[in-house]
């Protein structure tokens, strides 16, 4: 009896000594927490590097106000240039060179489709995407990889949803790229419609980098669409809009999150070109509600020079899951349990995003929820639903004073 009791607490010691050292800690110290994050920072899609500077400015605030459990968070920033191989490399080298705790970036949905397959072969290594929607970013689950903002699936849906929400509307046409992004919004339109009885009355393709829209806007017109869905990066929305004012294309277009209002604003500078345009928004508020005051507050604390528009808010609801999670994990952090706590986090508000956040073990989509946002009277305007008038426009509690406004603009 003895001996056997002897060597059962043998055994026990020794499952429990094996699962001490089987705890990983990669990335922790008694004082530091070490976060690897990515971006395009360089390169064609370098707006990218907003997403960056607020996630990072999330992590800098929690450090000044003391950090977690002890612990600061030290940030190790990667250039993907939003560019598959670059990502892979960049990945490869936080996770084997710098050896950090949790890796949190990809902007762009091509660079989250290129490190899957090493996200795959480390799945010890929690991965919290930026900002990139491709829907097979997340599908087939991986159970260290969560995305933390709407997938392309899920905006597809809502982009249709708001198209016939347009009374009378029947002929919906696409504008898109050919890359990767806008299929995955595109393979989820299609079969939404048709769920419907519809089918795309006109599919047009406009390369990146075009600064000429003419012959599809005049294919566009020939269909004579009731809502135009916009698969386009902001250039190309730009140069699409532009050229559709000058054939004289009078239509609704429905554009992704992908592109900001006010640049598009900007860069048309023609106010009937962006009359009928709604963008799809991610945010709680209007950049200058009171909502996100906070948030830009922040962020011009740590990056003055920086002029912020909602790319520049659109990764803080993630980085401030990911604080959330850390503070729930406690002292006693590993991977291992930062990644099981991801798995309980049940709608979180962020105060941020558009709607809350949810994971679970079989659903790692954690936003479900988008508002729209387009240009009326010259003020930026949130919108749930398609606006019969102008009464449906969601009006925020209150605006912020004008010495705030020109500051959020610097």
Known sequence: MLIRLALTVAAFCSTAVAQVFAADTTGLTDSEIKI????????????????????????????????????????????????????????????????????????????ALAIKPDIASHPNVPYVVLTASHPHISNPLLPNLFQPTASADIVAQRMVEFALSKPGAKKIAIIRHSNEWASGYAEAIIPALARHGLTPVRVETLERGSMDAAAQVRSLKQAAPDVVLALLYPLEMATYLRDAYKVGLQTVTLGTAAVSIDDLDKQ???????????????????????ELWKFARALKQYYPAEALDAKSFDSMGGALAIVEVLRRSGRNLTRERFIEEFNKLRDFNSGIQAGPLTFTPTDHVGLKQVKWIAIVNSKPVLFDQFPLSSQQALTPPGILGRSQQMELQR
């Open 268 to 290: 048309l500078g023609i106010p009937a070109a962006i009359k009928d345009v709604y963008l799809v928004y991610n945010l709680s508020g209007l950049l200058t509600s009171p």
């Open 36 to 111: 690897g994050l990515f971006g395009p920072m360089t390169g064609q899609s370098n707006v990218g590097a907003k997403p960056i500077y607020g996630a990072a400015a999330v992590y800098k605030n929690v450090n000044a106000k003391g950090g977690l459990h002890g612990r600061k968070i030290e940030i190790v920033i990667e250039d993907d240039g939003c560019d598959g191989n670059k990502g892979v490399a960049a990945v490869k080298k936080l996770i084997s060179q710098d050896q950090v705790f949790l890796l949190h970036g990809a902007y762009c949905s091509a660079v």
